[in-house]
């Protein structure tokens, strides 16, 4: 089955500066790569995700990209602000169609933002 | 839409006591899963189904059952708790394979 490894596992950054994720994954037939952010006490929610087809992925402040060959994808957040204070989850999956979501989670990365 | 709705929010349990966690989803969602997240071990998923009637295992289904009646509920039962199976477990809908998934708030189970 599939195997992402996510670092590092905590990340201090001082508010305003950048912050990157790195996930790897291992099974090619992974498709599909959703970024979750999980506040104290809640659920995770998905902030940005990427598919195989796109190389680059921006929404504001936070962007993904994605090396097919090297089986990497990366999360960027620009001009970190206190509230991006959280554990972010990478996760990768196969999707294919009629087999149900399985989707294979990193290990997270406790970001904190330093005011 | 209330989205995805999880009880208990937090439930201790003796080891062999039984139990079913209840989830819930408004938004007429076909797929639903199951998720036990343990510390530094990201989420890992137990069961999940791609409709009504339908149900498979995950990567760790072992000492849990699931069915689906409905489109809108998917109880997930722990048949004899074990301490093993302490955790934080969280249930997640979409409404297709390729679509964004939708977790609930969470239920902390304790089995002592």
């Known amino acids: 089955g599939e195997n992402v490894e996510q670092h590092p596992s905590t990340l201090s950054v001082q508010e305003g500066d950048s912050a990157v994720i790195k996930c790897t994954y291992s099974?090619?037939?992974?498709?599909?790569f959703p970024w979750y952010k999980q506040e104290l006490g809640k659920g995770p929610q998905l902030i940005i995700d990427?598919?195989?087809?796109?190389g680059e992925k921006k929404d504001q402040r936070i962007a993904v990209t994605l090396n097919k060959t090297a089986k990497h994808f990366s999360l960027h957040i620009t001009e970190t602000q206190p509230e991006d204070s959280a554990v972010y989850f990478c996760a990768a999956s196969p999707q294919i169609p009629n087999t149900g979501n399985q989707f294979y989670f990193g290990t997270g990365t406790s970001l904190t933002v330093i005011p | 839409n209330a989205g995805v709705t999880q009880t208990p929010k937090f439930q201790v349990l003796k080891t062999g006591q039984s139990m079913t966690l209840q989830c819930a989803q408004d938004?007429?969602?076909?797929?639903m899963s199951w998720y036990r997240q343990d510390p530094g071990m990201g989420l890992r998923l137990i069961h999940y189904s791609v409709g009504a009637g339908i149900t498979d295992q995950g990567e760790v289904p072992n000492g849990y059952n699931v069915s689906r009646s409905t489109t809108e509920d998917f109880p997930l039962r722990l048949l004899s708790a074990a301490p093993s199976q302490t955790s934080v477990y969280f249930c997640?809908?979409?409404?297709?394979?390729?679509?964004?998934?939708?977790f609930g708030p969470g239920t902390r189970l304790t089995v002592l």
């Open positions: 938004m007429n969602h076909e797929y």
């Open positions: 990427i598919r195989s087809n796109v």
């Open positions: 997640a809908s979409s409404y297709s394979w390729g679509d964004t998934q939708y």
């Open positions: 099974d090619s037939a992974s498709n599909y």
